[in-house]
């Protein structure tokens, strides 16, 4: 069984900041599949960036960047230059051979 | 434009009733997904479907039922056995590559519908 947990319920950010929302997980399994879902105040889950296990190097989308420690089992997603718009709930999930099993999520404001 | 829809986006039910949430989609998509997410609980998965005419039970199966006869279509049926239905429930679909490859692949969201019992 996979398990994800993310351990900040909540973070702030200033406008144009840096910030970083961490992830751990479990899993047995050998090929996996790590992602960052956003979730807006309109509730629609938008794929923000995802990580394939077997890949050494951390995907990257524009402003959003992952930090893979795959020893650790650690999945951190870092959101550069932050802006109004990334203020949502952020959500780590883990895919193996079964379907996604998601984090409690991080809520993240940003601030002006 | 192709896509997931839900409805509807809020439904009302009594306690002691069924009711069903439809889901459709337009991306030609053979895997389909059912979750339920509680306010500081994440999503959790109800129930899939890799095929038509085919499903597994999730996490949280309990209560709830579904059918897939078209591959456009998923509706679940949340059953007067679900003890507490109150929640937001979001339909889902990808496209699978393999045994479960489908898990590889992105999930594409619905709106989600919000289902309050009454």
């Known amino acids: 069984a996979q398990t994800v947990t993310q351990s900040q319920p909540e973070m702030s950010v200033q406008e144009a900041e840096t910030v970083t929302l961490s992830c751990t997980y479990d899993?047995?399994?050998?090929?996996?599949?790590l992602f960052w879902y956003k979730q807006p105040p309109s509730r629609q889950m938008i794929l923000v960036i995802r990580?394939?296990?077997?890949?050494?190097q951390n995907a990257t989308e524009n402003r959003f960047s992952v930090n893979f420690q795959k020893a650790a089992k650690s999945f951190s997603l870092k959101i550069s230059d932050s802006q109004l718009g990334d203020a949502a709930m952020y959500f780590c999930?883990?895919?193996?051979?079964?379907?996604?099993?998601f984090g409690k999520g991080t809520r993240l404001s940003v601030i002006a | 434009d192709g896509g997931i829809t839900q409805s509807p986006k809020y439904l009302f039910r009594k306690e002691g009733q069924n009711v069903t949430l439809s889901c459709e989609q337009n991306?030609?998509?053979?895997?389909m997904y059912w979750y339920r997410q509680d306010p500081g609980q994440g999503l959790r998965l109800i129930y899939y479907?890799?095929?038509?005419?085919?499903?597994q039970k999730g996490d949280i199966a309990e209560g709830y039922s579904v059918s897939r006869e078209k591959k456009e279509s998923f509706p679940l049926t949340v059953t007067s056995a679900q003890k507490n239905p109150t929640a937001f429930y979001l339909c889902?679909?990808?496209?699978?590559?393999?045994?479960?490859?489908?898990?590889?692949?992105?999930?594409?969201f619905g709106p989600g519908t919000r289902l309050t019992v009454l």
């Open positions: 999930a883990s895919a193996g051979n079964t379907p996604l099993v």
């Open positions: 889902a679909s990808s496209i699978p590559g393999g045994t479960f490859q489908s898990s590889y692949n992105e999930q594409f």
């Open positions: 479907s890799q095929i038509v005419n085919d499903f």
């Open positions: 990580q394939e296990a077997y890949k050494q």
């Open positions: 991306l030609n998509h053979d895997a």
């Open positions: 899993t047995s399994e050998s090929d996996y599949y």
